[in-house]
Structures are given as structure tokens and as C-alpha cells.
């Protein structure tokens, strides 16, 4: 028996199946994401038209047998299409980086409704904002990682494991961070800026954190190589996991 499911979703990629089919990934509000088989989505004259193309979102009607992962599409009506965001390189670009790291860090046909409204806000403020992009991004993975479980605790300090507001830490490594008592041998030098960066990210919804003059461009470069540097670790874990 199949189900027959009404939901709204986001599409991260789609991919050729052959000549006249495509199969698309879509991040819906309800069921998570899935992978839907679209008959005919590469003809001139589908019913799809461009429904299907990244970023856009659409509202969707499938079919669903029970413990299978793919879909089979039946509608997809456009709502928002950003196709000016793709036809810029680098929104293009980072656009796609938010889509792969959505389907590296959230489970398949696992339903995440703030992971959902944070990417789906992200690339309305990105196509509304190209120039924000690091700024965009620096919020959405910080955001993303959060959401996910596998960003580090910065209420507690990972040497002396004590709960301590952020004012008292003076470290932010990609595993944690290291509270001023415990980081007295590194007086001198210390993190307060991106300290202070961390609680305006995760203190303001996307709107007011985009218009805060406090972040500088060297402030988000380093905000978000700390980022990658847990996403490569999360990534690495995973993979000699998979491989032993
Ligand atoms: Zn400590």
C-alpha cells in the first residue's frame, strides 16, 4: 500500500535518471527529507516545469510505499523559485553548501521543522542579501550544527566541566569551551570577540543578526574555520566508523 502525501518542501539537488526522468532530494516541513522519482521532469513539456530545479520551493504531492526511501512525484507547484540566487556564482555556491551539509547532518525521511525554517529563511535572506553571504553562512552552520546535536556546549567548560556564562569563558576551540580559570596559562591571548559572536549568533533570529555591525570580516573568518573544523572532525568520525 502506498501514502499519499500534501506537504511544502525545499529542493536540494536533483540528478538525471535518463533521458525524460529525474530523481530530486527534497527537504519537506513534515516527513524530512526524501528522494522523489519525477516521470517525464526532463521533457520540454513536463507537468514539472521548473519546479525542481535547487532552492526552489515547492509545494508537493507524492506517493510513498511504507520503508521506502523513494518517493514517486505526482505534483510540484512552484511557491518561490530563486533562480536569481543560481544564477549568481557564489550565492550559487553557497546555496549548494547549506543544501549538502542538510543532507550530511539530518537523517533521511527525519522530519526537523527548525532545521527546515532556518535553511528555507537562509535562502530567502541570501537571494533578498547576496552581499551577506559570509555573514548568512557563518549563522546558518553555527545554526545547522546547533540543531543537529553536533555542535560543542559553550555553557560548560570542557577542562573544569563547569556550567559558566559565556562572559566567563575566555576559549573557543571546535571541541568546546575553556572557561578563564582553566585558561590561565594562556593569559594574554584569548577568544572574547568570537565569544561575544557565538551569543549574538545564538541569541537573534536571522533578521537582526544580519544588520549587527558587530561582526567584522575577520571575526566570521574565524568563526567559520572553527566551523569547518568540527564539520571535518563529525565528517572524519563518521566515515572511520563506516570504515572499521
Ligand atoms: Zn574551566
Same mark, same amino acid.
Given at each position: ?41 526532463? $521533457?520540454?513539456?513536463? $507537468? ?6 535547487? &532552492? ?6 507524492? %506517493? ?52 527546515? %525554517? ?6 530567502? /535572506?541570501?537571494?533578498?542579501?547576496? $552581499? ?17 546535536? &553536533? ?6 567548560? %570542557? ?27 594562556? $593569559? ?9 559572536? /557565538? ?20 571575526? /566570521?573568518? /574565524?568563526?567559520?574555520? %572553527? ?18
Amino acid at each position: 500500500m502506498s501514502k499519499y502525501i500534501q506537504t511544502e518542501g525545499i529542493v536540494l539537488r536533483n540528478y538525471s535518471l535518463s533521458d525524460s526522468d529525474k530523481i530530486a532530494v527534497i527537504f519537506t516541513r513534515e516527513y524530512g527529507i526524501i528522494r522523489g522519482y519525477a516521470n517525464g521532469a526532463r $521533457k520540454l513539456k513536463s $507537468k514539472f516545469g521548473s519546479s525542481l530545479e535547487p &532552492f526552489t520551493i515547492v509545494s508537493l504531492q507524492y %506517493r510513498i510505499k511504507e520503508h521506502n526511501e523513494l518517493a514517486r512525484l505526482e505534483r510540484a507547484e512552484l511557491t518561490a523559485s530563486h533562480f536569481a540566487l543560481a544564477s549568481e556564482r557564489e550565492s550559487f555556491e553557497t546555496a549548494t553548501y547549506w543544501c549538502e551539509l542538510v543532507l550530511e547532518f539530518l537523517p533521511v525521511m527525519m522530519s526537523d521543522e527548525r532545521v527546515f %525554517r532556518l535553511l528555507i529563511n537562509s535562502i530567502k /535572506l541570501l537571494a533578498r542579501q547576496p $552581499k551577506a553571504e559570509n555573514k548568512l553562512s557563518c549563522y546558518f552552520v553555527i545554526w545547522l550544527l546547533k540543531l543537529t546535536g &553536533f555542535f560543542p556546549s559553550i555553557t560548560y567548560c %570542557r577542562i573544569c566541566k563547569k556550567r559558566k556564562s559565556l562572559k566567563e569563558m575566555a576559549f573557543f576551540t571546535f571541541s568546546g569551551v575553556i572557561c578563564s580559570d582553566c585558561a590561565v596559562e594562556n $593569559k594574554g591571548v584569548n577568544d572574547k570577540v568570537l565569544l561575544e559572536s /557565538l551569543h549574538r549568533i545564538v541569541t537573534s533570529p536571522p533578521e537582526t543578526f544580519i544588520s549587527d555591525t558587530y561582526f567584522t570580516e575577520e571575526t /566570521l573568518l /574565524l568563526l567559520n574555520r %572553527r566551523c569547518e573544523r568540527i564539520i571535518k572532525n563529525v565528517i572524519e568520525e563518521r566515515y572511520q566508523k563506516f570504515a572499521s
